[in-house]
């Protein structure tokens, strides 16, 4: 009997190490769930700012496009009616100072033409 005492505090000794490793494992591994768990959660949310951001910035430059394209739009109507304008103005002249009487019958066609349009106007106004 001698002999097993000393097994028998090795077997208590091992039984009680492999309980206490493995409570302590269990206990880390528990721990190290929830360190990765809140290091998910705040990767989550750092790219979610970072996608708000980039939605952002994307719509400022999309109205920034949108505001360029309008000005030259705009930019470049004004030149072409001021353009319009000039050269009818320049034919005119040029008209009246070849030939007079063709550039007043011209006129006479245009008072026509337009006195024709503002009836047609006034017409679908009272409609």
């Given amino acids: 009997m001698d002999i097993w005492i000393p097994v028998l505090a090795a077997l208590v000794t091992g039984l009680i190490s492999f309980i206490a490793s493995t409570m302590k494992s269990s206990k880390e591994l528990d721990k190290v769930k929830i360190e990765n768990e809140s290091k998910l959660e705040q990767l989550k949310q750092q790219h979610l700012d ?54 007043a019958q011209s006129m006479e066609g245009l008072q026509k033409l337009s006195d024709l349009a503002k009836q047609m106007s006034n017409d679908n106004e009272k409609k």
């Fill in 50 to 103: 970072e996608m708000d951001k980039l939605e952002k910035e994307h719509l400022a430059a999309i109205k920034k496009m949108e505001t360029e394209v309008e000005l030259k739009l705009k930019e470049y109507g004004d030149t072409k009616e001021t353009d319009v304008k000039y050269g009818f103005l320049n034919d005119i002249i040029r008209q009246a100072l070849t030939n007079p009487q063709q550039a």
